[in-house]
C-alpha cells in the first residue's frame, strides 16, 4: 500500500472522496452479484465493518458523556 492518510490515498487511486468510496463500497456489498463474484472478500469487508462499529459503539458506552 502506499504511505500516507488513507482518504487522501483514496482520491489518489480512485479519484473521489472518502465518503464517496465508502458509499460506493457499502452499495458493491451489498449486490448480490458481488457476493457471488468474490464471496470471501465481500464477507471480509461486512466483518471489518462490523468490528469497527462494534467497537466503536463499546468505547462510546464504556465513557459516556456527562451533562
Do not use: N
Not at 463474484?37 to 466483518?47: A, E, G, H, S
Request: hydrophobic share 25%.
Amino acid at each position: 500500500m502506499f504511505p500516507g492518510p488513507k482518504s487522501a490515498q483514496i482520491r489518489a487511486r480512485l479519484g473521489m472522496s472518502s465518503p464517496r468510496y465508502y458509499r460506493r463500497l457499502g452499495e458493491i456489498i451489498s449486490d448480490p452479484e458481488s457476493q457471488r463474484y468474490d464471496p470471501m472478500t465481500v464477507k471480509r469487508v461486512i466483518r471489518s465493518r462490523r468490528q469497527r462499529r462494534t467497537a466503536r459503539y463499546e468505547v462510546k458506552s464504556a465513557h459516556p458523556s456527562v451533562k
